[in-house]
């Protein structure tokens, strides 16, 4: 099933995208939680995490090596960051395409506020 982040992949609606590549693209986060938000997810359509399977693993091992790429564009690799990757309603999942969020720029304090 698409979501919006199909349409931004597709450039159906607009996005400030950072990256990209044959398996993965970043962009800004729309609403962004600290002064670096953005997201890396995956061109093909991963709904959840419990839809990986081993013929992702480079799709997924891009998106780490990417996040590592953004964090030192963004000159917070050193200062340090978050990934989170949201799985469905308990992890607070909104947009059903797998994403990885990069958030950094500030003290993120307690991992789970
Ligand atoms: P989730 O809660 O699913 O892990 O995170 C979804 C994220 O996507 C949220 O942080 C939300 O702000 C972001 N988002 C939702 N719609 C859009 C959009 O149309 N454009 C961008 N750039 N980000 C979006």
Redesign the pocket.
């Known amino acids: 099933m698409s979501t ?2 199909s ?2 992949i597709a450039r159906e ?1 607009p ?2 995208i950072v990256y990209e590549d044959d398996l993965v693209l970043a ?7 600290a002064p670096v ?1 953005i ?1 890396i997810i995956p061109k093909q359509e991963i709904a959840t995490a419990n839809d990986v399977t081993e013929a992702d693993e480079l799709t997924l091992g891009r998106m780490m090596t990417v996040a590592a790429k953004i964090a030192k564009d963004n000159n917070i690799d050193e200062s340090g960051y978050r990934l ?3 799985c469905n309603e308990d ?6 395409h797998l ?1 990885m ?1 990069i958030i950094g720029g500030r003290k993120l304090g307690a991992m789970l506020p």
């Open positions: 919006i982040f349409k931004i609606i996005a400030d962009f800004k986060d729309i609403a962004p939680q938000h997201l989170i990757i949201n992890g607070g999942q909104e947009v059903f994403h969020h």
